[in-house]
């Protein structure tokens, strides 16, 4: 790890996933079961129910979308295991937060290794679950009228009026986001919409509005599924596999849950402080991280974390998105380009086309930087080595966030 | 330290609680603001909100009752901070896997100091409450028509037919579990029923029937409350107070969410799991174990756990019952006796009389050893100096159990 001033908090040894996509005969523990049973089996060196020492879940709406609580009990019939198990529950960063638990449980000293578990039913509920999105929001925000998608309308309608200057190429910029991550999830066969083929921006720019300046094809989609990591301390991870990958740092931040007491409402201070925690332990700058997995929930989110990252400043992002998406449009994969910097984000398609079984999503992107690191990603898999990655995770619209930086063993 | 084979994880500096009761004018997020204000103004060497490195909460039904989630987002507005923040979901034992979570916080060297909330508002819905405490349970038994009194009141009538030989004083003893946590809480100012009086155990055994046999007076009640606590490092506690009562061990297990499903439904696998971790831990047996504040959610609880830490043996608990409340009757604290061990056992009332805020237990149940051991429980103090006590927290009807041991320096 010789590029890298600290040492890894915990390591990654093996994962497995579901498609995501609606998942109308399955239930979360069965979800869980068949990720968790995939990750166990890609262990190369092997990896046991009974290695397990404990496990870490996070889903947001379980309860009310699904009607189950005390996910500890489901999972240790379903497991046949006694071991401590922690739920957390955070929003949309809710599978972020597993991992940072996780991590923290490494470092505790007591476990060598654990499992973590990110899942999401949201189907059975379609219907419903606008309301019910909202609890990642404020009461006061809930009974002024808005809606989940409105709150972050707010903050794209904020962002182009403080600094799009007027130009077209503002809103175009935020279009080309989702057209970037429906192109970059056209090989990966996890993906909700890798059958679905490419959206032109103008597509994205004509599509239904749902809270202006919000349009459909904006937003994540609603989404079944369930994503599993094995995670164990540093020290032993070559145990289990020749190539570990390593959790360099695990951070998280919070912030007011409420729009309308904070400063700022065209950037996520959560993200801000986790990246600015992530580049103190491990000595690392925005420039040294090669590929991102990013919270685009909305596709202003990922404009915000290109600014909240240190990649282009504040205000600027959206020039640099236009730039990078006409010089790289057609290509593989699609990086964002800023003074010779190269930053490639989303490679399965982000919450936008991978899709956001809100849970799920946490630890699916700690999934495609582990795949991607050890070129393993198969139809997705980037093109060149890389060996340092971070993921990104919002809860709300940025009440919490947590951030991890990945590396390979180089 | 001298009397514990091993270092403590934690450190418990200062405590606050609200009365438990029905407090139709709160909300969570206020109410967790004054436990914790109490918590932190308690800490006699100070300690401000500038010196919480984490925060760890827990509640059960803060989403289905209070409409409320992202928990993170609502404090950091409350607190004014943006530290990491977890929230965890364990049934009833949300609160002491909050607990639980901040030990391995502290234990993972990134904080000094962490508070620790527990809380849970459910007058609001009363009436449809009945239903929600299910998603404790398995969705067969949900189904399958059972409420949450029906699925313990099936593991006492098991217990009585097991183990009571028709004799009728196994349906007195628990009956007169009630009748001591009653009467231990009327010098407890903060109890919902302080003010109530004492309750005979014929009073108990004559209340109305919820369950066959489980009566409504073997029932803890619906209460609204929050309980906070300051957690240092053990290395740093005495910065903050001369008398810091130490965390030996913090347990937790699981086992099966489904009665129908385990091997035995007059025992409670986690709970034996947990104890058997934390004597193994500290070197200590439950001989040493001075007071203990148990999970008497219904009494057959309390007396699963005298069997279940090993206090009495696995059918025998009713017999000592009985024959400690008979001796000891009328005393202002009622032990449990056993061949010349004695066990006191939820000296501020229990779930039954104290109150049952859900997820604020498992932390009140730390809070009421803290201040025991401390000697500042008020009117309801132990009139001895004790060392050790045991909190034991159980969720749903054992999927999940934590223990924690607590030592005051000795």
């Known amino acids: 790890m010789s590029l890298l001033k600290s040492n890894p908090c915990a390591a990654i040894v093996g994962a497995g996933r579901t498609k995501f996509t609606e998942q109308w005969d399955e239930d979360p523990k069965a979800m869980i079961g068949k990720a968790g049973m995939v990750a166990l089996e890609s262990v190369e060196k092997g990896f046991k129910r009974r290695d397990i020492g404990a496990c870490y879940f996070g889903s947001f709406l379980y309860q009310v979308t699904n009607k189950i609580g005390l996910v500890h009990g489901l999972m ?40 973590v578990a990110g899942f999401e039913k949201m189907s059975d509920r379609q219907d419903k679950i606008i309301d019910d999105l909202m609890f990642a929001a404020d009461t006061h ?48 066969k996890y993906a909700q ?5 490419d959206v032109s921006v103008e597509e994205v720019m004509s599509s239904k509005i749902i809270s202006s300046p919000i349009r459909v094809m904006h937003s994540s989609p609603i989404s079944d599924g369930a994503v599993a990591l094995i995670v164990t301390r540093p020290e032993i991870a070559k145990n289990y596999t020749d190539t570990p990958v390593y959790i360099m740092s695990s951070q998280e931040a919070t912030d007011h849950i409420s729009l309308y007491t904070r400063k700022d409402i065209t950037s996520v201070m959560a993200t801000r402080l986790a990246v600015k925690s992530a580049f103190k332990e491990t000595g690392l700058t925005i420039s040294d991280i090669e590929i991102a997995e990013a919270h685009d929930c909305f596709t202003i989110e990922e404009a915000f974390f290109l600014e909240d990252s240190g990649f282009y400043k504040k205000g600027e992002s959206w020039k640099g998105i236009y730039e990078s998406y006409e010089s790289f449009k057609g290509s593989k994969h699609i990086p964002y380009i800023n003074k010779g910097k190269e930053l490639v984000v989303n490679l399965g398609g982000g919450l936008k086309a991978d899709g956001h079984p809100v849970g799920a999503t946490g630890v699916r992107q700690a999934y495609e930087c582990f795949k991607q690191l050890r070129k393993e990603a198969g139809g997705n898999q980037i093109d060149r080595d890389v060996n340092i990655a971070m993921c990104h995770n919002v809860g709300g619209t940025g009440g919490v966030a947590t951030v991890h930086i990945l590396a390979r063993d180089i």
């Open 141 to 188: 925000e809930f009974e002024s009228g808005y809606n989940f998608p409105g709150l972050y309308a707010t903050m794209m309608a904020r962002y182009i009026y403080d600094y799009g200057n007027g130009d077209p190429k503002c809103e175009v910029a935020l279009a080309q986001i989702a057209s970037k991550n429906h192109h970059h999830c056209l090989g990966n």
């Open 76 to 115: 240790s019939r379903e497991l046949g295991i006694n071991v401590p198990m922690v739920n957390t529950e955070a929003a949309c960063a809710s599978g972020g937060l597993a991992l940072f638990n996780a991590c923290l449980g490494i470092q505790s000293g007591r476990y060598d290794a654990v499992l």
């Open 193 to 197: 919409f890798s059958s679905k083929g």
